[in-house]
């Protein structure tokens, strides 16, 4: 089992979601995040007041799949989420030891 943890521009999880849901993926959870990476944030003007934006909103994705689903599922998130342009985010995939559902007891892909 792997967690998939992405890091996208708020205004495309709808897009995400449903792109994920055509290919059965159906449990996430959803943060809104802020961060920044290369870009550093950026400025920007206010009332003729010029400030720094260090922190951008963004939106953190997590969902635990199965070894098999991964590649389709990163594909799928890094198609959907890119805009071409600076901060569309990143996906990262680790490795998941143990997932019990608690109300049931299930374990391992089960439990996903």
Do not use: W
């Not at 943890?5 to 996430?28: C, N, R, W």
């Not at 003007?45 to 909103?57: K, M, N, T």
């Not at 389709?72 to 995939?93: L, M, Q, S, W, Y």
């Amino acid at each position: 089992m792997k967690k998939i943890e992405a890091v996208i521009k708020p205004f495309k999880l709808e897009d995400v979601k449903d792109a994920l849901a055509e290919i059965g993926i159906t449990g996430m959870t959803v943060s809104e995040v802020k961060g920044y990476g290369r870009q550093k944030g950026h400025s920007e003007l206010y009332r003729g007041a010029e400030y720094v934006v260090d922190f951008l909103p963004k939106i953190k994705m997590e969902m635990v799949v199965t070894a098999e689903q991964v590649e389709e599922v990163v594909n799928t998130i890094a198609e959907v989420a890119a805009t071409g342009k600076i901060g569309d985010g990143k996906i990262f995939v680790s490795d998941i030891e143990k997932v019990i559902r608690i109300r049931t007891g299930e374990t391992g892909s089960d439990a996903i």
